[in-house]
């Protein structure tokens, strides 16, 4: 019997989610789990490492992970303090199998679920996840970026869906109440809120297009485009983007004589770019 392409994804992903279930329940504790339950990840998803600390058993049928880091180019990229993973078998039976899953990481909670399309010749997987209470200060790229700055906690949504097997994909990031503070000032701000946040980006290899990022808040509004892409030799990076912002209640935060003695408030906005590397991002006005 022959089964089609799409029939084939379907089964794939349904195997791997039962797999993770009778692993943890058969083999556990043994390292054998973990390493079938990583291999697994890393073939849907090309250039992911994945390490497990711990593997037990959950129920609903399902397997609880601690310590879970997944790497890129021997970067840590994510860190998950802790993860529960439930597959949904009968999902599959429709030719979407989804798997659900809970977690802590960077001191706050998440929670979604991945689904594996199979209506294309290589099909394809959606992660969608609702988080809050993400600390960004605590993960390593964050903490490598120079400068005294602060960042608020995170709360929102991540979407992200892969193309051409995995190796581009396109995402969005909403984010809710986000703030960051700057020491010193840059351009006469000391910090700014935004009330919200949302991000359209293309991801293909180590370059990002951001197709828009639009945050809004009491003191500003900003709108940016443009690309980033990330050297692998020494994990640093180029920045080309540019935007407008339009500068709001000034005078309440004390940056009103900054910015009208360089002319920089109105009602049109300030257009801006930022050039150079990650670690040394250029700034200028237009």
Known sequence: ????????????????GAAIVLFAWFLFPSDLAKQAIAGKIEALVPGIETR?????????????????RFYHDGHERVHVDDLKVTPDILSAMGGSPV??????????????DIQFETGKRRGGIFFNSYFSGIDLKKHPEIQRIPGDFALGLLNGRLSYKTEDGGRSGI????????????????FGFYGVAFD??????RVKGDHVTIKRCSMKGEQADIEISGSMTRTRANGDGRLNLSGVAVIKNLSKN?????????????????????????????FSLR
Do not use: C, H
């Not at 919200?196 to 980006?201: K, L, R, S, T």
């Open 1 to 16: 019997m022959k089964f089609s392409a799409s029939a084939k994804w379907a089964w794939g992903a349904l195997y791997i």
């Open 52 to 68: 497990i600390g711990t593997l037990r058993p959950i129920f609903p049928p399902g397997v609880g992970l601690e310590n879970v």
């Open 171 to 186: 995402g969005r990031l909403d984010l809710e109440s986000f703030d960051v503070t700057f020491s010193p000032a840059i």
């Open 254 to 282: 004390g940056m009103l004589g900054a910015l009208l003695s360089q002319g920089f408030s109105g009602a049109d906005g300030v257009g801006f770019s930022v050039r150079g590397s990650f670690s040394k991002p250029v």
């Open 196 to 201: 919200y946040i949302e991000i359209e980006a």
């Open 99 to 112: 798997i659900s899953f809970q977690g802590a990481l960077y001191g706050g909670d998440m929670d979604g």
